[in-house]
Structure formats: structure tokens, C-alpha cells
């Protein structure tokens, strides 16, 4: 929400396309994420008075001379009395140009998992590096796990630079070391930006005490950036959710497949092929509750019709017939470890959910671990610990229909629950396919 | 529409549906928890919505705290009329006379609506509710996640929810354990207000700007009717006045407003400087962390 009233013009009409930018913030402890993300609210006047006032009171309480605005996202009693982020906080803004979702995620190396569930929809992470520390650990591995998980377009907000006197100089060596690490990585659209989130230097309004840096301030590179091309509108995928089946008088021949178009575009008339059986038919409609519309995209949720009657269920995918997702009861993923109860192992299953399918899978093999600092895969590794990340191999009950993650960031994903205890224990990104491989 | 790009209320809709299908698809028994306000209403058309042209497949429940605006109900009984759902009720009266629970001296009965619904989900076995909690309301709900985990004393421990990532959401729960669903986690209040002009939703006329008889009290409008009566000393004053939140009658407080549209409300509302608990709800400013507090109880 925003106090200028140009906001109205589009809060009006739910089809004009102002569109929706998730971004996730990443980076080490207190390297300022928190604090960013309440200067971007603050200075495009998008908090609220009491909420100013409730941080201002709680900065004043606690002696500091300045307003801690991080107090404006880390809102857990235990963040507020330690002053550290502990899991995801969402905060909402909108300019005339879009809306934007944020996901302000903790540094903290214990918490990297819920960094994980931040960024894994963004469009964009910010990572933020403090000028005066440089690239630490911890800024790599959130850049590696933004890379792995398909964050198509990565911001580096060099901050604190009030405390480097403005220099360029340390904005210029901090550039150069991060742009080496990152050349080892899968980074299709790297940007970096000076800014200092306490005093507010380019972060809405370009700052004065750095002529030198003649990009963007933050706002304005986010408000710009485009994302509508990251989306992948080639391969027809849709993943059936549930089977509408009216129980009333007037609808009952009606059989519609729910879902929410994985990627794609599909039309009425089109010719397409379900899995797992693999029949044919064509799209008789796309029906929604407002009436049927002439073709569905990402990420609409539709109830498509068929021409034909074949039996499909949820979890059953449809694609077209010469565009098909692998059907794999063997797979080759990366995975993110998320359990701090237990590592992974070879030879231990658990369930595994992969668009609307639910299956059992078992480790067959831990290829390699990933050290996050160099790079360096260690062959020997017998286990995967929380927050590690490592390249392993599955073997599923049952074949799920998948697409290599860099090509579908719907279809090449999959979570891993413990079947005792129920928690999501991995995040895991299909690989390249063995043919392909 | 024909660069293939949603807008971003129609990108809202349809992650809301999705959630819907993906609740009712993997649960074993959902329901809706209906307060009668903008939101659980906003939630209850467009759970009509993901089901079309079946009806929805479960029950709502509304909470009683017998503490309502008459518009309120009768707005929640058109809703339950039109859609045909079946509609349970957890009487907050009823768990006070049978002694479940016992009325707060300050008369809210918001806190105390937390054993009564607990209660009413283990008597009627539901696995799962759907709550209208959006994250720009307030910052414990900023916290927390779309499907969010309750053990089987329906608390939330939120130093330890399950990581929820991509779309791939994960409600397996033990017997006796349940999930919380927010399926307008993502929504602001800008963004209800907009839907609800666009697809031009029925909600109760407390909404909207009226000449209403108010006093003062700690620096907010109270209406004055049988749950806010005068008190001594006390002046009525007539003002147009709406409400932003509709809670408990007794407590939920109006603001000065002469937003007599749902055109003329989106506008105020993208120009408002509060935040609408803030602004509306004596029961919200207890204390720092009320909220958090009241959320690990097994609040909604
Ligand atoms: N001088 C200066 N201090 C800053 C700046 N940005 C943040 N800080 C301070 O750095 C400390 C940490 O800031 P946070 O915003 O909480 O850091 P964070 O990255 O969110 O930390 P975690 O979420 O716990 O990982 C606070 O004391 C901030 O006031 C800046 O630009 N300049
Ligand atoms: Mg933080």
C-alpha cells in the first residue's frame, strides 16, 4: 500500500497488467537485509504510522539514536530481543509500476533453510555484502543456492558504504572478487549497486556522496527490471490438481481437470497427451468460474475440458504429443538439506512430492557434496547435513514427469519429507536428463 | 492478456485457488473458518471459484463470540444461502455457560474464542482449516507460512515451522495434529478492497461510509448500540463513520470516513498512513507481541 494516490489508477482494474516482482533479500548476519528492506518501505512511504511509531518507540526503549527500521520486519519477540532475522518475513509494496512480494530472509547459517523457502519463487535476490567485511562465506552460499534455485536475475547491494567513506574504491574490489565467484556459477543477469540502507543512500533516492556510481538506485533497477521473459511459455505442462465432478442436477456430465498451468500456453482445440497413459485428445475447453477463456498461461489456475473421456487423475500431467517431460523412476537431482535431526543417507526413503504427485523415493547414491566456499565437490562425502547441498540419485516408486530445473523451475522440483516425522527435510532440483546428460 | 502476462490481482486469485485445490485434494477434512468480515469472505468466493461449477466441498465454520454486528450475520447467512455450503457454528456463549472457558473482565471475548474453536475442529475431526490471515496485516502473521503446521494442542511454534518452498506445500500431519491454511497470505488490504470492487463481492454495509451515532473512547469511534452503550458522562456524536475490521461489536472501532462506494473505499485505502488493526482494534493493542502471543495459542 502506498500514500500516493496515483496508486489508484491501477488498484482499480484487476486486468490492467501492473504486474507482481518477488524478490528475496540473502546475504550474511547483519549485513543489513532487514534494515534494507525498512528503508525501501520507509522511503517509498509505504509504512503505516502506527507501525513507524511502534519501531521508533522500540528504538527509543532501547536507547538507540536512530530507528531501527530491520524492527519493521523482524516481528518475532525472539528476533526483536536478539536483533537477528530468524525466518521469513513478507512485506508488500506497490509503485504505479508494479507490486512487489518481498521475502526478507535470515543470514544466519542455522536458518538457511527458511533463506531457501524465501528465495525459491523470487525473481530476483538481493544479496547484500557489508563494504567493510567484503564477500564472506555466507554471501556465497546464498548467491550458490540463488543460482541453484533458478533465480534468474541476482542484485548485489554493496552496503554500509557510509562506513567505508563513500569509497569506490572498496565498491570496486568488492565488485571484482564477487563477479569472479560468480563466473563459476549460473548467474544470467548480475547487477551491483553501492547503498548505504541506514542513512538511505540508493536505495529510492540516488545518493549524493556517490557521483561516481552512475546506475540505478535499487527501486527504480527493480521497478525496471524484466521479468516476463524468465518464464517458460514453450512447454506445455499442466499438472492435474483434482477432478471437478459437480454432484448437482444441471452439471452432471461435467468432468473438468483442475490445475495451475506449470508452463506454457495452452488453447481450446489443441491437441494434447496425458500421463502416465499416454493417450491423446484435444482440449474441448478452459473453463474458469467466470466462463471459459481462449488460452491459459502461467500461473493461471483453469479447469480444462478434453474431447475425449480418459481416465486421469491427480497427479497425472498434461503436455502435448510431441512435447513430452521424461517419465523417470530414477533421478538425478541436487538437493538442499533442510533437517538438522538427521543427514541424509544412502539407502534411507521418504516421500517425495513433485507437482501434485506423491510417491516414495529411495537414495541410491550420494554423488558429491558441494563445498560452498570453493566450489569443490568432494567425491567421498556419505552423508549431506543440514544446509549442505549435494548432488545425489533417487529411485522412485513410481515414474515422475519431469523437465531438467533450468529448463522448468515447476516441473524439475520436488520437496522430500521424513515419513516419521512429516517435516520437509530436502528441497531437490531435477538435473540434466540422463540422455542429455 | 496477450503479452501472457497476469496482473497481479488475477496472479493473487489464482495462487488462492491453487491452495484451495491443493488442501482439498491431500487433506482428509478441511473447512473454511467464516468470520463475516471482508476477508473470510473474499476467501469463501473465491473457494467458490476453485471448485465451479461444483460447490465447495466443505463445511464453513463461523466462531460465535455472540458478539455480532446483526449485518455481519445476515451478510454470512446470504453467503451460506447463495453457495449452498453447510455452515457450523462454535458457540463462544454456549462454551462460557458450560464452562470451557470464562468471560475477560475487559469483555473481549477474542482470546477467548481460541479454546472454542480448538474444541470445535477436534469434535467435528477437521485436518484442516482455512483462515483469512493475510502477512500485511501484522507482524507475527508477516512470519508465517501459507500452510502452517499446529500440533496436536493447535499451537504454532514459529522458531520452528516446516520450510515451505516453491508451490510444493506439504500438510501431512499426524493424528490429532492439523494445518492453518492462508490462502490470501499474499493479499494486502489494497488488494481485497480492488477484488472486492472489481468482481463486486456482498459484504455487510458497515463497510461503507454512513452518518452513525459514535463517542470516544481512548482515541477511537465506537458506535453506540446495545454491545457499546453510552457511559456516564458520556456524549454521542453523529459522524460518517465505516469500519475497516469487523470484529467483536463491542470492540471493533470505526473511523471517520465519508468512503460511501467501494470505488471511493479502494481510494482511501491506498492513501490511508494505518494500518487497519492499528486503527480499528482496542483488542490488537494490548501488547507488543499480542498477536505472536495469541497465534501460539492456536488463534486463527
Ligand atoms: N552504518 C550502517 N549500519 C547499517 C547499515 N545497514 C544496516 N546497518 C546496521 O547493521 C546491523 C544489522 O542490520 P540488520 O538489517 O538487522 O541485518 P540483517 O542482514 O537483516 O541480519 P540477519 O537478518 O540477522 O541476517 C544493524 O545494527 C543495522 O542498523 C548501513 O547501511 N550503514
Ligand atoms: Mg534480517
Known amino acids: 500500500m502506498t500514500a500516493t494516490t ?44 502506527d507501525q513507524l511509531e511502534s519501531v521508533e518507540q522500540v528504538s527509543k526503549d532501547r536507547g538507540n539514536d536512530y530507528t531501527d527500521l530491520a524492527l519493521l520486519t523482524d516481528g518475532l519477540r525472539a528476533e526483536r530481543e536478539q536483533g537477528i532475522t530468524i525466518d521469513v518475513a513478507y512485506r508488500y509494496f506497490a509503485t504505479p509500476k508494479r507490486k512487489f512480494i518481498i521475502a526478507d530472509t535470515p543470514g544466519h547459517i542455522q536458518y538457511t533453510r527458511n533463506m531457501v523457502t524465501g528465495a525459491s519463487t523470487a525473481d530476483v535476490a538481493l544479496i547484500l555484502v557489508d563494504a567493510r567485511k567484503g564477500v564472506l562465506e555466507q554471501s556465497r552460499r546464498h548467491t550458490f543456492l540463488a543460482t541453484l534455485l533458478g533465480v534468474p536475475h541476482i542484485v548485489v547491494c554493496v552496503n554500509k558504504m557510509d562506513l567505508v567513506d563513500y569509497s569506490e574504491d572498496v565498491f570496486e574490489q568488492i565488485r571484482t572478487e564477487f563477479t569472479e565467484f560468480a563466473s563459476r556459477l549460473r548467474v544470467p543477469d548480475l547487477t551491483f549497486i553501492p547503498v548505504s540502507a541506514l542513512v538511505g543512500d540508493n536505495v529510492v533516492n540516488r545518493s549524493d556522496n556517490m557521483s561516481w556510481f552512475d546506475g540505478s538506485p535499487l527501486l527504480s533497477h527493480l521497478e525496471r527490471l524484466h521479468v516476463a521473459s524468465d518464464r517458460n511459455l514453450m512447454d506445455v505442462r499442466f499438472p492435474v490438481q483434482y477432478v471437478v465432478r459437480p454432484q448437482s442436477h444441471d452439471a452432471r456430465d461435467y468432468r473438468g481437470y483442475a490445475g495451475t498451468v506449470a508452463s506454457g500456453v495452452m488453447k481450446p482445440g489443441d491437441k494434447v497427451l496425458a500421463l502416465p497413459s499416454g493417450l491423446e485428445t484435444t482440449i474441448a475447453a478452459i473453463d474458469t468460474a467466470d466462463g471459459p477463456v481462449s488460452e491459459a498461461f502461467p500461473p493461471m489456475s483453469v479447469t480444462v475440458r478434453l474431447a475425449d473421456e480418459i481416465d486421469i487423475s491427480r497427479g497425472d500431467m498434461i503436455c502435448r504429443p510431441n512435447n513430452t517431460p521424461a517419465a523417470l523412476q530414477d533421478i538425478d537431482a541436487q538437493v538442499c538439506w533442510m533437517d538438522e535431526t538427521a543427514p ?87 538435473g540434466g536428463l540422463p540422455h542429455s546428460a | 492478456m496477450t503479452a501472457h ?9 489464482a495462487e488462492s485457488i491453487h491452495i484451495f485445490r491443493e488442501v482439498v485434494a491431500e487433506m482428509q477434512r478441511p473447512c473454511l473458518l467464516f468470520s463475516g468480515g471482508k476477508d473470510s469472505i473474499v476467501m469463501l468466493h473465491i473457494a467458490a471459484k476453485a471448485f465451479a461449477p461444483a460447490r465447495i466441498p466443505f463445511p464453513i465454520m463461523h466462531v460465535d463470540t455472540g458478539l455480532n454486528f446483526q449485518t455481519v450475520l445476515d451478510c454470512r447467512d446470504r453467503w451460506v444461502e447463495r453457495l449452498g455450503v453447510q455452515l457450523v457454528v462454535a458457540s463462544v456463549q454456549d462454551a462460557i455457560d458450560r464452562g470451557l472457558v470464562r468471560e475477560e473482565p475487559n469483555g473481549s471475548r477474542n482470546r477467548i474464542q481460541t479454546p472454542v474453536l480448538l474444541e470445535a475442529v477436534e469434535k467435528n475431526g477437521f485436518d484442516a482449516a482455512f483462515g483469512g490471515g493475510r502477512r500485511d496485516e501484522e507482524k507475527a502473521r508477516a512470519k508465517e507460512r501459507v500452510f502452517s503446521f499446529r500440533d496436536d494442542f493447535g499451537q504454532w511454534d514459529p522458531k520452528n515451522q516446516r520450510p515451505e518452498i516453491w508451490n510444493l506445500y506439504n500438510g501431512r500431519v499426524h493424528q490429532g495434529e492439523s494445518i492453518r491454511v492462508f490462502p490470501l497470505s499474499n493479499w494486502t488490504e489494497l488488494d481485497i478492497w480492488s477484488y472486492i470492487e472489481a468482481e463486486n463481492i456482498d459484504i455487510p454495509d458497515l463497510y461503507l461510509a454512513r452518518e452513525r451515532e459514535v463517542v470516544a473512547r481512548g482515541g477511537m469511534l465506537y458506535e453506540v448500540n446495545e454491545f457499546t452503550p453510552l457511559r456516564e458522562g458520556e456524549s454521542a456524536e453523529t459522524k460518517s463513520v465505516r469500519y475497516r475490521t469487523v470484529g467483536d461489536a463491542n470492540l471493533t472501532a470505526a473511523v471517520e470516513s465519508t468512503a460511501s462506494t467501494l470505488r471511493e473505499i479502494v481510494e482511501e485505502t491506498a492513501a490511508v498512513r494505518l494500518t487497519e488493526r492499528g486503527a480499528t482494534r482496542g483488542d490488537d493493542r494490548v501488547s507488543e507481541a499480542a498477536m505472536e502471543d495469541r497465534k501460539r495459542e492456536g488463534y486463527f
Open chain 2, 5 to 13: 502476462v497476469l496482473s497481479q490481482l488475477r496472479s493473487l486469485e
Open chain 1, 344 to 430: 541424509l543417507v544412502k539407502g534411507k526413503k521418504y516421500a517425495i512430492k513433485h507437482t501434485t504427485r506423491w510417491a516414495r523415493a529411495m537414495v541410491k547414491e550420494i554423488n558429491y557434496r558441494v563445498d560452498v566456499n570453493s566450489l569443490h565437490r568432494d567425491e567421498e562425502a556419505t552423508e549431506i547435513r543440514l544446509n549442505e547441498i549435494g548432488r545425489i540419485q533417487l529411485r522412485v516408486t513410481q515414474p515422475l514427469f519431469v523437465d531438467p530445473y533450468r529448463q522448468n523451475r515447476q516441473t524439475g522440483a520436488f520437496i522430500l519429507v521424513d515419513e516419521s516425522t512429516n517435516r520437509t527435510v530436502a528441497a531437490g532440483m531435477v
Open chain 1, 6 to 49: 496515483e496508486t489508484t489508477s491501477f488498484a482499480v482494474n484487476p486486468e490492467r497488467s501492473v504486474d507482481l516482482l518477488r524478490f528475496a533479500t540473502a546475504g550474511s548476519v547483519d549485513d543489513g537485509k532487514s534494515t534494507l528492506i525498512g528503508r525501501l518501505l520507509y522511503d517509498s512511504k509505504t509504512i503505516f504510522e
